[in-house]
């Protein structure tokens, strides 16, 4: 963490120390302030292209708002690398069965915290009026940050790749070795072969394969989830962004399974940096964990 990240958040703890607790409005507004911040760089570089990103419509749970925070911490880092900025480690959290509000709060206050240095490298020095809201929901959250997804790959100039996809299977497969681990189940699975011509769509439905596994476990549990196929993008062809997306739902799906399994302090790895990769390799290692997961018949300890 560098300086200027310090102060703002040290400047913002105190302030906010004596406050009464965030409300789901409070955080929806700091994150109507994300999006408003992530115009202004938009209207620094330029950039005219609207992003047309159809709303969710199912009920998204707290737990996909923080894995969506997550992809745009990600991206903005990708916005670092490519200003020449020393890139700063995406940070994980403590697995919850229920997110706090205090925790997706901070997330946002995380986020508007690198906009505002970003900007200062920019020397962009316009600010944003941000409304009061009422009445907002996890869902309102999600979709807003989705959006602002998709605006920073028009700021970056490119989408996601393969290689950003495996360093987030890679995390996927270490929570998968915790909860086996926790669980006493030994892994005697190989991973499949790689099949050829695998574009990120073929990954993106693996995906989807290996949350049928974990809906599996929720069951099991006694845990909610949600109809993930209906996050599938339509008429449009699968990025690699997309990919990220969902495994974004996997990790968070992944993190309830570890606390109901008591393991609050197991925290998913930061993600390692990847070259030259493959989307066959993605699929390759997400197959794997299917069949990881298939050895797994009960959750008992």
């Known amino acids: 963490m560098n300086f200027i990240t310090l102060l703002l958040i040290l400047n913002w ?7 009464a607790p965030p409300t789901l409005d409070d955080i929806y507004s700091k994150t109507y302030q994300v999006a408003a911040e992530i115009q202004l760089l938009k209207n620094h570089y330029n950039i005219k292209e609207e992003i047309n990103v159809p709303d969710v419509s199912i009920e998204m749970a707290p737990k996909y ?3 969506k925070s997550y992809e745009v911490m990600y991206k903005i880092n990708v916005l670092r690398d490519k200003l020449e900025l020393s890139l700063v480690g995406v940070p994980s959290r403590e697995p919850q069965l229920e997110l706090p509000l205090q925790t ?6 995380r986020i508007l915290t690198e906009l505002q240095i970003l900007k200062e490298f920019l020397d962009i020095s316009e600010t944003v009026a941000v409304p009061a809201f009422k009445n907002k929901t996890p869902t309102d959250v999600y979709n807003t940050l989705n959006r602002v997804a998709f605006e920073l790959d028009l700021i970056n100039g490119k989408t996601l790749t393969p290689s950003d996809t ?3 299977a890679m995390r996927i497969s270490e929570d998968v070795n915790a909860i086996l681990d926790a669980l006493n ?3 005697s699975s190989i991973p499949p072969q790689k099949a050829v011509d695998v ?9 989807l394969l ?9 069951k099991i549990a006694g845990l909610n989830g949600i ?3 209906q996050l599938k993008p339509v008429n449009r062809t699968i990025t690699a962004s997309d990919v990220f997306s969902v495994f974004g739902i996997v990790l968070a799906e992944l993190q309830q399974i570890k606390a109901y399994l008591g393991l609050k302090y197991v925290l998913t790895p930061m993600a390692e940096h990847y070259e030259n990769v493959r989307s066959t390799d993605v699929q390759q290692i997400i197959g794997w964990n299917i069949r990881k997961l298939q050895a797994i018949h009960s959750l008992k300890r």
Do not use: C
Request: no cysteine; glycine share 2%.
């Open 13 to 19: 703890f105190f302030q906010t120390a004596t406050a």
């Open 65 to 67: 708002n923080w894995q």
């Open 104 to 109: 997706r709060y901070e997330q946002m206050i």
């Open 166 to 168: 495996l360093s987030q």
């Open 185 to 187: 189940v030994k892994n």
């Open 199 to 207: 574009q990120p769509g073929h990954v993106f439905d693996t995906a």
């Open 210 to 218: 290996l949350l049928e596994e974990i809906k599996r476990l929720q």
């Open 227 to 229: 109809d993930f196929y």
